[in-house]
């Protein structure tokens, strides 16, 4: 039983792998695999009252990130269809390559950690679309913006998909992870950008492509639409510092009042022009095959946790390894390989917070490692895919171009993170 649910799940993750050349979004593998593990497992089970008890604890798990998820993409295309992000990017006017390099990076590295690094690499890459003419000089921006975009999203709980899953799970709080992984995430940045200004001279060719398109949106809508939706992000922590609530009760707070205000401020407007504006198309524009992957692959992983596969593997890696720093640093490498949403939910069914309380070094290594790891190769991130769809990027040219910086910013921001703890005594 436990061969056949490993095999479904090997099989589904290829078929996530391959993506690409298999021309299937990777949300059908995930679904099947989930629901076939479960299949299995039940079918095999001599209770099925407990399997059905142990699928339900594990939904009710799942569906507080899904549901972060969705209220998060949702604020998301709600600042975009009021054009919001246009107050970031009608900033930038420079041409020095160098200079532009560093402002791109650091843009994005604290955007990432507001918004997400998914949205923001879409962000950055339709904007660099927008800038830059030359296609090669593009892509090292656009490969900047994956390694700025991951580093950022590691020490946010709201700035990468699986510090999200770490901060919902209880396996760390915002008021440690950011003040602890904020530096090694700089660090992680800050190394390869200083690299890449010594292969970098002169100007930017400017893109021919025709300035943003303008909406009917006045300037007070844009801005406050954008400043509010900002607002909800960063308050989302405090919500549940203060109410002890989950983080996905403080979204839909903030999405439900964010639909109440867009309402109040195009009220006056006829029923076609509201609707180009509201919450009913925002919803219909977020990523829904990408919310269903994560519903299949962390279905599966609850699988290989129920059936007590998760807990084996732990205690080979402890048995083998014996290091937890070496076996988080591993893994950091692997999610270059492996997409890091299953990686860190098998991690999160591999330990307990019996053996690893909340805050635990442990955790945090984790957030800071499978966020950063993942630029080490395109395929790595959700951040890299995006970049790789949009400019349609060459997985051997980024491997020959930037693999190595990101690497570099991954070794070094890991040591730093490291040293830090030794100077702390942690």
């Not at 195009?266 to 198309?281: I, M, N, P």
């Not at 890696?317 to 890091?340: H, K, P, Q, T, Y």
């Not at 830090?420 to 942690?426: S, T, V």
Request: hydrophobic residues 55%.
């Amino acid at each position: 039983m436990t061969l056949l649910i490993t095999i479904i799940f090997i099989l589904g993750y290829l078929a996530i792998a391959f993506e690409h050349r298999l021309k299937v979004d990777k949300a059908a593998p995930a679904l099947v695999a989930g629901v076939l593990c479960w299949t299995v497992y039940i079918l095999s089970a001599a209770d099925a009252h407990l399997v059905n008890e142990q699928l339900g604890e594990h939904l009710g798990e799942i569906s507080g990130i899904l549901f972060f998820l969705i209220g998060a993409m949702t604020i998301v295309e709600l600042i975009d269809v009021h054009d919001g992000f246009e107050v970031i990017t009608s900033k930038i006017v420079t041409t020095d390559k160098i200079k532009l390099l560093w402002l791109i990076g650091f843009i994005t590295f604290f955007l990432s950690a507001i918004l997400d690094n998914l949205t923001t690499t879409i962000v950055i890459v339709s904007l660099l679309r927008k800038l830059i003419a030359d296609k090669q000089e593009r892509w090292i921006f656009a490969g900047v913006a994956v390694i700025a975009a991951n580093a950022g999203g590691a020490w946010s709980p709201i700035g990468d998909v699986t510090t999200t899953m770490l901060w919902i799970g209880n396996r760390i709080t915002s008021e440690k992870i950011i003040p602890i992984l904020i530096i090694p995430s700089i660090v992680s940045l800050a190394l390869p950008l200083w690299l890449l200004s010594f292969r970098t001279k002169g100007n930017i060719n400017k893109s021919n492509v025709e300035e943003f398109s303008k909406s009917t949106v006045s300037s007070f809508e844009r801005n406050f639409v954008f400043f509010a939706g900002v607002l909800a992000f960063v308050l989302v922590p405090v919500f549940k510092t203060l109410t002890h609530l989950p983080p996905f009760m403080g979204i839909l707070l903030a999405l439900g009042a964010l639909w109440i205000v867009t309402e109040v401020i195009h009220g006056q407007k006829d029923e076609t022009e509201r609707h180009k504006y509201s919450v009913a198309l925002a919803l219909r524009r977020i990523d829904t095959p990408s919310v269903l992957f994560f519903l299949g692959i962390l279905t599966s992983v609850g699988a290989l946790q129920s059936t007590g596969q998760l807990a084996q593997f732990a205690q080979f890696l402890n048995e083998s390894i014996r290091n937890e720093n070496v076996v988080v640093f591993s893994l950091g490498l692997l999610s270059a390989i492996v997409d890091n949403v299953p990686l860190v939910a098998a991690t999160m069914g591999m330990y307990s917070l019996q053996q690893y309380p909340t805050d635990h070094s442990f955790w945090q290594f984790l957030a800071y490692a499978t966020g950063t790891g993942g630029s080490a190769l395109i395929i790595g991130s959700a951040a890299g895919v995006a970049a790789m769809g949009i400019e349609k990027i060459s997985f051997f040219w980024y491997l020959k171009k930037m693999s190595w910086l990101a690497l570099v910013g991954y070794f070094a921001g890991a040591l730093f993170y490291l040293l830090q703890n030794f100077i702390l005594g942690r």
